[in-house]
């Protein structure tokens, strides 16, 4: 096989977005009061699961790379933007923080029942709106600070890529461990019954 | 149903192997992850196109959306109805699903609305200025160990974890 197939056809977009929408049904991730519960170290579950789906991901492209059946440098690698990028993932931090929410995980929140979501979503159209208002405005803080096309944390500091790999599965590790602990003193992680009362 | 009590969450590690491996996949079929915001970016350009043409045609953020067709006709518009029937599948068949509006005990459904919507508008400038969100950079910058998913992240959790100390009774 020759991977990436480079080929975004129904199929293959509806059965990825159908599991990631599981998996994030299944781990809480649709509920408001478990995604802030992160913020307020209650719950962990956020970073747990974000980063466990990003080792694995990682580690399987980057595998599957080494043994020559997928083309790495296909893949779409985000540039940096710095500023924008800074302050658009702080805008969504107090977004969640204010809202509960996020673009995903506020469909997956819509479709487990929670009407509050859709509000967010109505906000979300409107804050696009307002953005794309002040576009011509804003384009000094869009465009400052851009990186190297595509850069990877490798690319960026001459280090090899699994070393990577090793450095986000040890923060993995750190957060699961971490969390175990927070979780104990606050009351204990979020469950599904405590949401239906 | 009613009377049947929800099954609890799966364990976060066992979820984030299996939302691994659905990254993972989106990117071998299409050489791209998973995203989400991108959906809504276009709802606003079809809806835009549908009550202010003139405004939205001059836009200069949303013009290029319109210069190729139908602006929902694009993968993630797919993708999104997948994530739909994936979290009613996932609730449905676990005594999840559940019509309400989920807050805080010490916060009112009004307040809880205007939040929404103010967290939404938040998140809603937030995500077309970083060009993506948490699932289209973050999760999915990170599984190419992009340095911007990584900016992103940081600014993502430090944001929530600083504004948090305000309004975490909110959702006590």
């Not at chain 1, 805008?91 to 509000?119: K, Q």
Request: charged share 10%; hydrophobic share 55%.
């Amino acid at each position: 096989m020759n991977f990436p197939i480079e080929n975004s056809g129904i199929l293959a977009v509806l059965v990825a977005g159908f599991f990631f929408g599981y998996f994030l049904e299944v781990s809480g991730l649709g509920s408001p009061r478990k995604l802030t519960a992160q913020f307020t170290l209650r719950d962990w579950s956020v970073f747990k699961v974000m980063f466990t789906a990003i080792v694995v991901a990682a580690a399987g492209l980057w595998l599957l790379g080494v043994i020559g059946v997928l083309r790495f440098d296909a893949l779409k690698i985000q540039t940096t933007f710095f500023w924008a990028m800074a302050m658009g993932g702080a805008l969504l931090g107090a977004g969640m923080a204010l809202g509960g929410y996020c673009p995903g995980t506020s469909v997956v929140g819509l479709f487990t029942g929670r009407l509050d979501a859709l509000i967010f979503v109505l906000g979300m159209l409107i804050g696009t709106t307002l953005f794309a208002a002040n576009f011509d405005a804003l384009q000094g803080l869009y465009m400052a600070a851009p990186g190297p096309k595509g850069q990877t944390l490798a690319a960026l500091t001459g280090l090899p890529y699994w070393l990577f790999l090793l450095l986000l599965t040890a923060l993995a590790v750190a957060g699961f461990r971490l969390g175990a602990r927070f979780e104990s003193h606050r009351g204990g992680v979020v469950n599904a019954r405590e949401l239906s009362e | 149903m009613k009377d049947r009590q929800p099954q609890d969450f799966w364990p976060p590690l066992a979820a984030g192997i299996g939302l691994g491996l659905a990254l993972m996949g989106m990117f071998l079929f299409t050489g791209h992850g998973l995203g989400a915001n991108g959906f809504f970016t276009r709802v606003v350009v079809w809806l835009g196109e549908i009550t202010i043409p003139a405004w939205t045609g001059a836009n200069s953020y949303l013009n290029p959306y319109l210069t190729k067709g139908h602006p929902l006709n694009e993968w993630i518009s797919w993708e999104i109805i997948g994530v739909a029937m994936g979290a009613l599948v996932g609730s449905l068949t676990a005594q999840r699903f559940q019509f309400k509006i989920e807050r805080g005990s010490r916060i009112g459904i009004k307040a809880r609305l205007v939040l929404a919507l103010g967290g939404g508008v938040l998140t809603g400038f937030g995500a077309p200025l970083a060009r993506g969100c948490t699932s289209g950079l973050g999760l999915s910058g990170g599984a190419t160990l992009a340095v911007a998913a990584f900016v992103f992240l940081i600014a993502f959790f430090a944001a929530g974890l600083l504004l948090s100390a305000l309004t975490r009774r909110l959702w006590q």
